[in-house]
């Protein structure tokens, strides 16, 4: 009897314990949680530069041609309109689902054509397979960040930095799994990053959604969010020393695979924060409760669109309402502060695309080795994250504390990229660590600060089709800036070279132009276009002085108090 009555004892112990798994794993801090994870492995469209040489010489491409792949990269990789519309109608983990196909199918037919196991393809083929690849990040993006969005509104620049800085930091994590997966293949990184996304997008698609919460659940949010952060650049310190010691010594596979471990570890580290918030919730909810007990929970819920009268799409296009209230999509499409902030976002990410994109064939241009040049695409990814943490999160801060304006913010930062540009057009010697780092921090704290100024003035009724819409700016910048300025005045360097040589050019491949000349007009150029964007910016700045001097999330918590 006294077996039974321990096992009795033993299970009846055990509900308290499953509903609290439950309660974390079904709670919207485990939501931030798993969209970390999925952004921590979705940003491969900021490592071209590592497989770029690849592609270039396993299929006879000259510069402008891999440009113009570059430019299909960054077009699939910034027009989210269709993952904006499916997820107004389906719950997210549908978009995170499909994103997941398109990724694998992209990149491993890209993978599949550089090592020879199928006959090269014809250039609009490979043009597609590396937009399907890209676009499956605007998928995961809009399928991870925008519930996370809107569960926390009133935290919304913390969220955009946190989420958008992992998809920055994630050049530097594929980079250390590639090496403990694979050595120094590069060829079999464009495989990494076709399964690998994918297959952390599955496991994780069925756990992000939008979450109803009460009063109780929201008091710690800021200090959560700091917590988070500060995992992060533990994480971000952690791949920062690494990058610097792997750039100086040669590491062995079993080296390689303990990085790889500790990396995983402070990866998970968030976790800790998303439980103790949870046990502390339970405690709170507690102190009002004689039993604990949490309510039923689908494991699985199915997400309904929100009930809304049918309105014409077409109605009041030109009659928006105040800032900050819900937009009609065409509403915020034909606005003025629409316009504004897409050509800002053309100068701006369209020219630190370009450096991106091209930053292989910068450092080979200006003499340093290939593990240089994988050092640099590592240090832009790093402080690309640092730069999306930083955006969000001191915007954040200083629009709460003294009303600055986040279109000022944006404005401050496509000016100081200026600075990252020059560097590149004069070569200065070892000026690519540095234009590396100022370019990758820059490009990454623009997203934030795009996408909270997006749901700041238009709302976030139809926020998901709007952040996405507000994306295509940086593709039609890397067309005019990547493919149009930099690949053809590349090539036409090279073959001023190649002629003055008395040689002649027989392939893509040899079309290799070497110094400073290379990318010195195309990136004065550049340097001039992003001014621009920042002289149409501060118009942003002007138009939208007051509506940042008020209290911007007042209606959010109006209706949560009206709610409860």
Same mark, same amino acid.
């Given at each position: 009897m006294g077996g039974v009555r321990f096992s009795i004892r033993t299970s009846r112990s055990?509900?308290?314990?499953? !509903?609290?798994?439950?309660?974390? $794993?079904?709670?919207?801090?485990?939501?931030?949680?798993?969209?970390?994870?999925?952004? *921590?492995? &979705?940003?491969?469209? @900021?490592?071209?530069? $590592?497989?770029?040489?690849?592609?270039? &010489? *396993? /299929?006879? @491409?000259?510069?402008?041609?891999? !440009? =113009?792949?570059?430019?299909?990269?960054? /077009?699939?990789a910034n027009v989210g309109v269709f993952s904006g519309l499916i997820n107004?109608?389906?719950?997210?983990?549908?978009?995170?689902?499909i994103g997941g196909v398109m990724n694998f199918f992209g990149y491993f037919m890209i993978w599949l054509s550089?090592?020879?196991?199928?006959?090269?393809?014809? /250039?609009?083929?490979?043009? /597609?397979?590396?937009?399907?690849?890209?676009?499956?990040? +605007?998928?995961?993006?809009?399928?991870a960040l925008i519930p996370s969005v809107k569960n926390f509104p009133q935290n919304r620049g913390n969220v955009l930095g946190l989420l958008k800085g992992y998809v920055g930091l994630s050049g530097a994590i594929l980079t250390q799994i590639y090496h403990a997966f694979y050595g120094d293949d590069s060829?079999?990184?464009?495989?990494?990053?076709?399964?690998?996304?994918?297959?952390?997008?599955?496991?994780?698609?069925?756990?992000?959604?939008?979450?109803?919460?009460?009063?109780? *659940?929201?008091?710690?949010?800021?200090?959560?969010?700091? @917590?988070?952060?500060?995992?992060?650049?533990?994480?971000?310190?952690?791949?920062?020393?690494?990058?610097?010691? %792997?750039?100086?010594?040669?590491?062995?596979?079993?080296?390689?695979?303990?990085?790889? #471990?500790?990396?995983l570890v402070l990866l998970f580290l968030p976790l800790v924060v998303v439980i103790r918030e949870e046990f502390l919730m339970r405690k709170r909810k507690s102190q009002d409760m004689d039993l604990i007990s949490?309510?039923?929970?689908?494991?699985?819920?199915?997400?309904?669109?929100? &009930?809304?009268?049918?309105? &014409?799409?077409f109605k009041n296009v030109f009659r928006p309402p105040e800032r900050g209230d819900d937009y009609t999509i065409l509403q915020a499409i034909f606005s003025v502060d629409?316009?504004? $902030? #897409?050509?800002? +976002?053309?100068?701006?990410?369209?020219?630190?695309?370009?450096?991106?994109? !091209?930053?292989?064939?910068?450092?080979? *241009? =200006?003499?340093?080795?290939?593990?240089?040049?994988?050092?640099?695409?590592?240090?832009?990814?790093?402080?690309g994250f640092l730069g999306r943490a930083f955006s969000g999160y001191a915007s954040e801060f200083l629009w709460t504390k003294y009303s600055f304006s986040r279109p000022l913010f944006f404005t401050l930062v496509l000016l100081f990229s200026c600075v990252g540009h020059l560097l590149i057009a004069f070569g200065v010697p070892t000026s690519l660590y540095f234009s590396s780092v100022i370019i990758g921090f820059c490009f990454g704290a623009q997203w934030p600060l795009i996408f909270a100024i997006v749901s700041e003035l238009f709302g976030l009724k139809y926020y998901a089709t709007l952040y996405s819409i507000s994306g295509i700016a940086s593709p039609v910048g890397s067309y005019i800036? !990547?493919?149009?300025?930099?690949?053809?005045?590349?090539?036409?360097?090279?073959?001023? %070279?190649?002629?003055?040589?008395?040689?002649?050019?027989?392939?893509?491949?040899?079309?290799?132009?070497?110094?400073?000349?290379? @990318?010195?007009?195309?990136?004065?150029?550049?340097?001039?276009?992003?001014?621009?964007?920042?002289?149409?910016?501060?118009?942003?700045?002007?138009?939208?002085?007051?509506?940042?001097?008020?209290?911007?999330?007042k209606k959010f918590r109006e209706e949560r108090q009206e709610t409860e």
């Open positions: 055990s509900v308290p314990m499953r !509903n609290f798994v439950l309660q974390v $794993l079904l709670g919207r801090w485990f939501t931030v949680f798993a969209s970390l994870l999925i952004m *921590s492995v &979705s940003g491969a469209t @900021y490592m071209l530069a $590592l497989y770029s040489a690849d592609i270039k &010489s *396993s /299929l006879d @491409y000259d510069q402008t041609t891999l !440009n =113009l792949i570059g430019f299909f990269k960054d /077009l699939g107004e109608i389906t719950p997210p983990w549908v978009v995170l689902l550089v090592t020879h196991r199928i006959p090269k393809p014809k /250039l609009p083929a490979m043009c /597609l397979c590396i937009c399907l690849g890209a676009n499956s990040q +605007t998928f995961a993006n809009t399928g060829k079999d990184f464009i495989l990494l990053i076709a399964w690998l996304p994918t297959a952390v997008s599955f496991l994780l698609l069925r756990v992000v959604r939008v979450v109803e919460v009460d009063r109780i *659940s929201i008091s710690n949010d800021l200090k959560n969010f700091y @917590y988070m952060l500060y995992t992060s650049l533990v994480l971000a310190g952690f791949l920062m020393i690494l990058v610097i010691i %792997q750039n100086e010594l040669i590491f062995t596979r079993i080296q390689y695979l303990g990085c790889a #471990f500790i990396l949490v309510p039923p929970l689908d494991p699985f819920p199915v997400e309904l669109s929100s &009930s809304r009268p049918p309105i &014409s799409c629409m316009l504004i $902030l #897409f050509v800002a +976002t053309i100068c701006g990410a369209g020219g630190a695309l370009t450096a991106m994109d !091209n930053l292989g064939q910068i450092g080979s *241009s =200006l003499g340093y080795s290939a593990h240089s040049i994988s050092t640099f695409t590592s240090l832009m990814s790093i402080w800036f !990547n493919v149009k300025v930099a690949g053809f005045l590349y090539d036409q360097e090279a073959r001023k %070279q190649m002629a003055a040589s008395g040689l002649a050019s027989v392939a893509g491949r040899d079309l290799a132009c070497k110094g400073v000349h290379c @990318y010195r007009l195309a990136f004065l150029i550049i340097t001039a276009a992003t001014v621009l964007g920042c002289v149409v910016s501060f118009i942003l700045v002007l138009r939208t002085w007051e509506f940042y001097k008020g209290d911007i999330y």
